[in-house]
């Protein structure tokens, strides 16, 4: 069993659920945070091996966020999988330097696949 | 005598020392004249007529013994008081040449104007002695210069009357120009404006004197200096080429930033307002604001209503995944449909969206180069996976790659065949042809099912438009083929359908290979 970190950010409690059900079967250990402002210093903590990221939400939004990691020298190459309803989504996430993106809603495997790419 | 003189001075000579012969020759010669003359003794009271020839006497109706000694007043009768007459007078007691016209009456009392030459005799002694009358009669040309007159003032009157009517017309116009709510100019071929209407004032907050006369493009702060639109305008006198709604967004002064649609045409007339432009200018901007509201509005109630929708599709998918091993294939039944209708449900959000983009002309393309037939292949697979009943099958290939929206056209096709599939329950088979016709690529989807009547036909495109029997058999709410044919629109490529009652339908849509130079949004 790897010990590898998936935090996993969407203000969307329904959604945070899901998915930290949708990982137990999987050998990653899930952070669900809710709260956008909190990513940083959990990034900074946790050192999270992914990030599934969703861009609307309140106050700090996920391309915003996603920029700073960007900046941020110990975070640049960190992947960052973008999960989002908005229509717009594929293109902002990859202009704010997303590694993936999977529209909302979304097919489990689909998501496994991605997720299980990027953490081999 | 003085006649004998004149005589000696070699005027007359007709027969040599005959006066009485060459009296008598006179005589007659004054009596051919087809002028009336006479001749008055200024000597003797109230100077008489003392001769007239018969060219007068012919004239005035009078015989020559009812003429002499009568003074010359009696041909007008009771008809005193010309001007001629006050004129008359006067050259009388001066001894004056004078010509008038003047009205005269036949002994029958018939009128005829009479133009009248008075001429003096002076006698030696300076005093006027006779005056000689000439008369001719010019009823007729009188006449006609009355008939003349009179058409002319009845022509003058119908001049007014039409100058009337137009100026009405004018005015009446002018009230429309002065009243639509859309602001109106005309520049004439040197772009300077020559009119403006009230809306135009209004709207920029202008008035009339600074902008008639002024260069189009040195109105206001230069908000028309555009390059593009000096192109377009300039193009317009030789091509004719109108220019269509041309949007200008600039910090005007006095009234902001807004967004302005241009429409110009060449006024066709011929003669003075030849090769004219006319301008109309719309105030777009609250329109594209709330445009942008609503588009912004459904934007974000797609995206909620995903929200939700995306975590119940996580808890049916997971179900799928660990349903316990004694299901019955009733409660394995109930999940997949479970999560089709939840497919369905994902596809109307994302509809309403699209349809709300098309209409305001705000659907955003990413047109990228993909391999087409890949495309056709996934999509096909896709839906295969989800259909038990009917076989899909692939004929024919492109080959190429083409400058498109992926996703939009995968929509487009995933679209075609889930019609297909559902208005061809009974049938087997759906057939896919891709092709590459020319620089295009052509894809027909071909089912054997319901088909469609050639007046629905002609409707299937619309909005909300679901063809008349389909509505009970067959849910949904018909804006799938008008958001697949605006996609293709957008592209630059035609949709379109084949059909026959009973039979079967083809939809069939073609894509340009090369993109077009201008295409971006």
Same mark, same amino acid.
């Given at each position: ?120 | 005598?003085?006649? $004998? ?24 010669? *004054? ?11 200024? *000597? ?192 317009? $006198? ?162 190429? +790659? ?14 075609? $065949? ?38 629905? +036909? ?36 035609? $949709? ?26």
């Amino acid at each position: 069993m790897s010990n590898k970190k998936i935090l996993i950010c969407d203000d969307d409690e329904g959604i945070l659920d899901m998915l930290e059900m949708v990982f137990e079967d999987s050998p990653y250990t899930v952070i669900p945070e809710k709260n956008s402002l909190n990513i940083k210093s959990i990034v900074e903590r946790e050192s999270p091996d992914l990030i599934l990221l969703d861009l609307w939400m309140p106050v700090l939004s996920g391309d915003q966020l996603l920029r700073t990691l960007r900046k941020n020298p110990s975070t640049i190459g960190l992947p960052v999988i973008v999960i989002s309803a908005s229509r717009e989504g594929r293109q902002i996430a990859y202009d704010a330097g997303a590694t993936g993106f999977i529209a909302k809603p979304f097919d489990f495997s689909e998501l496994m696949g991605m997720v299980d790419g990027l953490m081999a | 005598m003085d006649i $004998l003189n004149k005589f000696d001075n070699g005027e007359f000579a007709f027969s040599k020392d005959d006066i009485k012969a060459d009296f008598k020759l006179l005589t007659r010669a *004054l009596d051919a004249s087809y002028s009336g003359i006479i001749i008055t003794d200024n *000597l003797l009271p109230d100077n008489p007529i003392i001769y007239c020839n018969e060219a007068f006497e012919k004239m005035s109706g009078y015989r020559r013994s009812e003429i002499i000694g009568h003074n010359c007043r009696f041909l007008q009768g009771a008809d005193r008081s010309q001007r001629a007459r006050a004129i008359i007078r006067e050259a009388v007691a001066n001894g004056e040449v004078c010509t008038v016209d003047i009205r005269n009456y036949r002994k029958n009392g018939d009128l005829f104007w009479n133009e009248l030459f008075i001429s003096p005799i002076v006698g030696d002694d300076g005093k006027v002695t006779n005056f000689i009358g000439v008369q001719n009669d010019i009823t007729r040309r009188k006449k006609s210069e009355q008939d003349l007159r009179a058409q002319k003032d009845l022509m003058e009157k119908q001049v007014l009357e039409r100058t009337k009517d137009l100026k009405e017309s004018q005015e009446f116009l002018y009230s429309i120009i002065q009243t639509v709510r859309e602001s109106l100019i005309v520049i004439d071929p040197d772009f300077k404006v020559v009119s403006a209407n009230d809306h135009f004032l209004k709207t920029f907050k202008v008035s009339l004197e600074e902008t008639v006369g002024t260069g189009l493009y040195e109105l206001g702060n230069h908000q028309w200096d555009i390059p593009q639109l000096r192109k377009l305008l300039t193009d317009i $006198l030789p091509t004719n080429n109108p220019v269509e709604d041309f949007e200008v967004e600039h910090d005007f002064p006095h009234i902001g930033r807004k967004l302005m649609l241009l429409n110009a045409h060449r006024i066709e007339l011929e003669g003075q307002y030849k090769d004219q432009i006319l301008l109309a200018i719309e105030d777009i901007t609250e329109r594209r604001e709330i445009e942008r509201r609503k588009d912004d509005f459904l934007s974000i109630a797609s995206h909620e209503l995903k929200t939700p929708l995306t975590t119940i599709k996580g808890y049916v998918q997971a179900m799928e995944r660990m349903v316990p091993k004694d299901s019955g294939a009733r409660f394995l039944g109930f999940l997949s449909k479970t999560a089709k209708y939840l497919d369905r449900l994902n596809n109307l959000i994302a509809e309403l969206l699209d349809v709300s983009r098309i209409q305001t002309g705000n659907l955003k393309l990413h047109k990228v180069p993909f391999d087409f037939d890949k495309m056709v292949k996934e999509t096909v697979e896709a839906i295969q996976t989800a259909t038990q009943n009917h076989n899909i099958i692939i004929e024919g290939f492109s080959g190429v +790659q083409v400058p498109a929206d992926e996703s939009h056209i995968a929509q487009v096709l995933t679209n075609l $065949l889930s019609n297909a599939i559902k208005y061809a329950p009974e049938s087997g088979q759906v057939h896919v042809y891709i092709s590459k016709v020319s620089n295009y690529v052509k894809l027909s989807v071909t089912d054997s099912g319901i088909g469609i009547s050639p007046e629905d +036909q002609k409707k299937i495109f619309e909005r909300f438009y679901r063809a008349g029997d389909i509505q009970q058999r067959f849910p949904g709410m018909g804006i799938g083929l008008y958001i697949c044919e605006q996609i293709i629109k957008n592209h630059d490529g035609t $949709l379109w359908v084949e059909s026959e009652k009973e039979k079967g339908s083809t939809f069939s849509f073609t894509l340009p290979i090369q993109a077009k130079e201008d295409n971006e949004q």
